[in-house]
């Protein structure tokens, strides 16, 4: 594990995934359908986490491909300017592909999301694009499932697999199962099972070690297989009921922090770039987790999801604020 959280201290990440656009009810606590203005901002799992992880202090170059047309523009020019994140191997590509597209609200009861990727232009990144990343210049390599769920997104992802373990880099995966990005579930279980045996440090929820390992009753014991053969680190989250971590030294059990939240959306991305940036910052294991729980309480708390990760100054005033984290869950 030395070598993976020596990896993350680096503060430097390479992150392989989409960028997209979000669009959201100007006004909070309405739907879709009654809302007559709309946000724009940048979205899209990968580059959510590199944004967390640049408005932390840390550095981080997305790799992706993006339409050529005034939304593919406008996710890379956000990317870039807004939010810091290096766009040197962001790829323009041609023909039919389109962005993402999400459109959300900002409430929790009777919460729509709607989520258009066909066609998506970050499938269609090549293993010509991953081989012309310089993995030496990193500390870790970071991406999240749903890169791995149409080719040749799949296999140039397999590819900067093996491109960044031999540079030495750890992979960080965060399982992130979408269904409707799959053509079956059986071949998400496969390929995202084959992905985070090849993983260093694998985050989800219970559902979705639950979903590779056949059933959600199974999730925990396929968390626990995966940190006693393959990997390092592997955080099991629970929803309200917190989150396991797992490692070859034992078990840590984390609560969450409870807030009013606005919406559901954009959690997970920040968790993953708020226990990265902690463990860079020299925080140990169980705090970094707990950290990262914050970072996610904050963003629910906010509209939109890149707009609302938090800097390092909104972190120390939340938790200073806030009375502490749950009593988390014992788990057989």
């Not at 202090?57 to 939010?83: E, F, H, P």
């Not at 409870?258 to 169980?286: C, H, Q, R, W």
């Not at 904050?298 to 972190?315: E, N, Q, S």
């Amino acid at each position: 594990m030395n070598d993976v959280i020596e990896g993350i201290r680096k503060n430097d990440f390479v992150v392989v995934g989409r960028v997209g656009l979000d669009l959201f009810p100007t006004e909070v606590g309405i739907g879709i359908e009654e809302a007559t203005s709309f946000t724009k901002d940048m979205g899209g799992s990968s580059a959510n986490i590199a944004t967390g992880i640049v408005k932390l202090g840390g550095k981080a170059a997305l790799v992706t491909s993006v339409s050529d047309d005034a939304v593919g523009r406008t996710c890379q020019t956000m990317l870039r300017d807004k939010y810091g994140v290096d766009d040197t191997y962001v790829n323009t590509v041609g023909g039919e592909a389109r962005n993402s597209l999400a459109l959300y609200e900002s409430r929790i009861a009777g919460h729509q999301s709607v989520i258009y990727r066909n066609g998506a232009a970050d499938f269609e990144m090549t293993e010509d694009d991953i081989r012309a990343v310089d993995y030496h210049r990193f500390g870790a390599l970071v991406t999240a499932g749903t890169v791995f769920a149409a080719e040749p997104s799949r296999t140039a992802a397999f590819t900067a697999f093996d491109l960044a373990r031999k540079a030495g880099l750890p992979i960080i995966f965060d399982v992130d199962y979408r269904p409707y990005s799959w053509p079956s579930p059986q071949v998400a279980a496969d390929v995202l099972s084959r992905a985070g045996a090849l993983s260093d440090v694998i985050v989800g929820n219970d559902e979705e070690f639950g979903f590779m390992a056949g059933g959600i009753e199974k999730g925990l014991d396929k968390a626990r297989e995966l940190a006693a053969t393959t990997a390092s680190i592997v955080v099991y989250k629970m929803g309200e009921h917190g989150a396991v971590t797992i490692t070859k030294d034992g078990e840590l059990r984390t609560g969450i922090y409870n807030v009013t939240a606005l919406k559901p959306t954009g959690a997970g991305d920040s968790f993953m770039a708020g226990m990265l940036s902690s463990i860079a910052d020299g925080y140990e294991l169980e705090e970094a987790v707990l950290r990262g729980s914050a970072c996610a309480a904050i963003v629910v708390g906010k509209p939109g999801c890149a707009p609302a990760m938090p800097y390092p100054a909104d972190l120390t005033e939340f938790l200073n604020t806030h009375p502490g984290a749950s009593v988390p869950r014992d788990e057989g």
